[in-house]
């Protein structure tokens, strides 16, 4: 039996921009993971097994695809039982599906060679990733696949970020499903019908990243912080945020953080806070009582 754990995301800058091949900042958060068990049996077929979870017909059939889609990709015959457990919570923009992807393209991996090359790893994440989230830019998949932070952007190699000081993140779960696919094409639409406004926005999305990769490594925290809620700014421009999200985000500010924005595709998900260390706890109870269902700590280091 083989066992693999991956860890989950958050997008600190660029996202949207990132799938229009701008920059784009991601981190893991390693705890929260994605396990996935893989037992080859004699079946005919291989087995889905979600535990505590009842899988709606559309779910199992997806992850089914997955699988099938992942076996052809690598030539793999044999059938296997695949018990996931995972701690992401789905739709909430913390890299739910990219942790699965990444999780069961390592397990098979090592199951044909013993090895895995991250490279590949990341490639075969994403081709199974194109099931949920139609067009992905490949940002969430290899974030998980490195589990290191990146500066991200399509046909290009990934930069490595050296952080000089720690990042106290919170993470806001408005505990409204985003659906990735729809904001992606929402987005999609209104870029066709107004390019020369967002093309501008993804440029300013483009200079945000830019200048939070340096922020990051010359540990300037404040700077970071406004660059994060000027990114929420132009998130909100695109259409990405709704009432609850910026309420969550506006009581981040309120409480001290140093900035705040949506993280991933919006329309729901979550809002991440960068905080100062001494105030986790106010801010984490300012962010439930104004709406959030769950605020989980993170340090990117
Ligand atoms: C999702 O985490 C980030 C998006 O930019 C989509 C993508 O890059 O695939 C919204």
Known sequence: MMEITSPGKIILFGEHAVVYGKPAIAAPVNSLTTNVKLKETDDEIS?????DKSLTPEERNRLEEL?????????IKDNFHITIDSSIPISSGMGSSASLCVSIAKSLFLHKNNSVDVD??????????????????????????????????????????????????LI???????????????????????????????DDMEKISIVSK?????????????????????????????EKLD?????????????????????????????KEKDIENITEALRENGAVHVYHTVIK
């Open 120 to 169: 590949e790893l990341s490639k075969l994440a994403l081709i199974g990733e194109k099931i949920f989230h139609g067009n992905p830019s490949g940002i969430d998949t290899n974030v998980v696949s490195y589990n290191q932070t990146l500066f991200f952007q399509k046909k290009k190699k990934n930069e490595f970020i050296k952080i000089k000081k720690p990042l106290n993140i």
């Open 67 to 75: 699988v099938e889609l992942m076996k052809k990709e690598l030539d």
């Open 47 to 51: 087995k889905i097994i979600v535990p």
């Open 247 to 275: 309420y969550i985000f506006s009581s981040a500010i309120d409480y001290g953080a140093y900035g705040a924005k949506i993280s991933g595709a919006g329309m729901g998900g979550n809002i991440i806070a960068l905080v």
């Open 214 to 242: 340096k922020a990051i490594e010359e540990g300037d925290i404040e700077k970071l912080g406004r660059m994060m809620t000027l990114n929420h700014a132009l998130l909100k421009m695109i259409g990405i945020s709704n």
């Open 172 to 202: 806001a779960d408005s505990g409204i499903k985003g659906s990735t696919k729809r904001a992606v094409s929402l987005v999609k639409k209104k870029y066709e019908e107004n390019k020369i406004i967002y093309s501008k926005i993804f």
